[in-house]
Structures are given as C-alpha cells and as structure tokens.
C-alpha cells in the first residue's frame, strides 16, 4: 500500500523559511520522479517542484524559482522542499505525489498525501 506522509508545514512570517518532508513507503521510492504541488482553496492544484529519481534533474514553476529547493533521499525514502523567502502568496496547503514522468501536471502524479499547511503572513 502506498503512502506518502507530509510533514514540515506550519506559520511563518514573510521572508522566513520552512522545510518540508514527504516520507514515502509502499513503493520503490528510488525509481520515480517525485514531486511537490499546493493548493488553495476554490483553486486548481498547483506543481511546485519535481526531481528525478537519481536527483540529476529538477524543475520549478517560474513562481517559486530561486526561493524554493526540492531535494531527496533516496536512503530515506524521502523527498524535501526547502522554502525561503516565502511570501503571503505562497499560503497553500501542500501536497507530494510520484509520478513515472518529469513533469508539473498533476494529473500524471499517482499517490497523494494529506497534504501539510503553510500559512505565510505579511
């Protein structure tokens, strides 16, 4: 059974950081692209970040480039997402998936989680 469990989220104020984690169990976590998306209410889930399963490549949406930094562990079976700089907008309740392609659509993501909140205040 696949799970994947995130954890890290919480208040901030703006220009603060946050990391968050996505344990994952219940697959061969090494061999998928991995990635991270949010979501606000009334709004469609957005892609954050994504890495491949070797860490050799990663891609942002052009919103978050050069503030956020997405990582993983292969050994831990684990896949980060290191904030910085957060700005209000990027309030969101965040989720990670797997996904056998590189790419931000979540609609080629397979597993979610229950997702973390992030809440960035002005």
């Known amino acids: 059974q696949v799970q994947l469990v995130e954890s890290g989220g919480g208040s901030v104020q703006a220009g603060g950081s946050l990391r968050l984690s996505c344990a994952a169990s219940?697959?061969?976590?090494?061999?998928?692209?991995m990635g991270w998306f949010r979501q606000t209410p009334g709004k469609e889930r957005e892609g954050v970040a994504t890495?491949?399963?070797?860490?050799?490549?990663?891609h942002y949406a052009d919103s978050v480039m050069g503030r956020f930094t997405i990582s993983r562990d292969n050994a831990k079976n684990t896949v980060y997402l290191q904030m910085n700089n957060l700005k209000p907008e990027d309030t969101a309740m965040y989720y990670c998936?797997?996904?056998?392609?590189?790419?931000?659509?979540?609609?080629?993501?397979?597993?979610w989680g229950q997702g973390t909140q992030v809440t960035v205040s002005a």
């Open positions: 219940g697959y061969t976590f090494s061999s998928n692209y």
């Open positions: 998936s797997n996904s056998d392609l590189f790419v931000l659509d979540p609609d080629v993501y397979k597993y």
């Open positions: 890495i491949s399963p070797r860490s050799d490549r990663t």
